[in-house]
């Protein structure tokens, strides 16, 4: 069966600091999809970024990166230098590859809450 | 560019009544998805469709229904709503299997009384 876990549920840093958020996941597929999911007090669902199983490499936008380890089934994800814009609910997600064209459910896990004080 | 469009925002409904919730997808986008979350909670996966056929089915209450029309925009229907109906409802687009990437509407959120 495929879960995600984030075994963190609430975050509080100081405005410029950095944190990672967790993520671990399991699934025996081979060929897989993640996803981070932001959402803020509004209630908005924002795409952050998505990984298939094949690319390792991490990534960098800006202050965000994402590291990516097959080997321990994760896909953290740092903020570096904090914003207070950055309070938000932030969610993991896995996702498989269909047989057909269609795209596939998305499995969360239960989500961080960060809180970014100044 | 264009977004995920639901309506109604809001919805207050009272208990044992019906509610129609209304998604239109990112244009071009073929598949449709729809997701529930409980305050507090994660989203839980309700239903999909590709090409208005059915796609995937998750933990749809019998009471809810849905269905994807010939201009790909979608409807969730609930019948004998229930106090733990409560929660905010969205509705996703995605280009199928070419980027996996869902993009979420604004959601729903409906109150059951």
């Known amino acids: 069966a495929q879960k995600v876990t984030q075994a963190q549920t609430e975050i509080s840093v100081v405005e410029k600091e950095d944190v990672t958020l967790d993520c671990v996941y399991e699934?025996?597929?081979?060929?897989?999809?993640l996803f981070w999911y932001k959402q803020p007090p509004s209630g908005e669902l924002v795409f952050l970024i998505r990984r298939n199983s094949f690319d390792e490499q991490n990534e960098i936008s800006g202050r965000y990166s994402w590291n990516f380890q097959k080997s321990t089934s994760s896909f953290n994800f740092t903020i570096t230098a904090s914003q207070v814009v950055d309070s938000a609910v932030y969610f993991c997600?896995?996702?498989?590859?269909?047989?057909?064209?269609?795209?596939?459910?998305?499995?969360f896990g239960k989500g961080t809450t960060l809180s970014v004080s100044s | 560019a264009a977004g995920v469009i639901q309506s109604p925002r809001h919805l207050i409904k009272e208990k044992r009544e019906t509610a129609t919730l209304k998604c239109y997808p990112i244009?071009?986008?073929?598949?449709v998805y729809w997701y529930q979350q409980g305050p507090g909670q994660d989203p839980q996966f309700l239903i999909s469709f590709y090409e208005k056929m059915q796609s995937d089915k998750g933990s749809i209450p019998d009471r809810f229904s849905a269905q994807q029309f010939s201009d790909y925009h979608s409807e969730l229907n609930m019948s004998s709503l229930e106090l733990g109906d409560s929660a905010l409802y969205f509705c996703a687009s995605s280009l199928g299997q070419l980027t996996y990437e869902q993009y979420f509407g604004p959601g729903t959120r409906l109150t059951v009384t």
């Open positions: 699934t025996r597929d081979t060929t897989y999809y």
């Open positions: 244009p071009r986008h073929d598949t």
């Open positions: 997600a896995l996702s498989e590859v269909s047989a057909n064209q269609a795209g596939t459910a998305l499995i």
